[in-house]
């Protein structure tokens, strides 16, 4: 879901291919954000996609699972951090920060 989640924000994925994977309010933040990025930075198509490096991940008390991620991107390392709530027997992505 995190990997998806970059591709849409580089352009590389369309944004309503997260719908069923994240919750509402995280999939109208995801659809913001690369609205904006296509505004200011012009419609991108890069060939190289975003490859995990590392995932670990930890659950919570209240049931969620928090994940730290390692993304790279055309050579460039970035963390991510991801917040996956359990819902209807899935897990839905409910929140995301990408560095």
Known sequence: ???AAAEVLA????VDHLTRWTT???FEAIARRAGLATRVL???????RPRMR???T????SGACEATI?????GRVRAAAARLIAQRGRWILAGLEIA
């Open 1 to 3: 879901m995190v990997v």
């Open 11 to 14: 352009g590389q994925r369309p």
């Open 24 to 26: 509402p309010a995280m």
């Open 42 to 48: 012009g419609a991108r198509r890069r060939s190289h």
């Open 54 to 56: 590392s995932v670990h």
């Open 58 to 61: 930890q659950l919570t008390v």
């Open 70 to 74: 390692l993304l790279e991107d055309s």
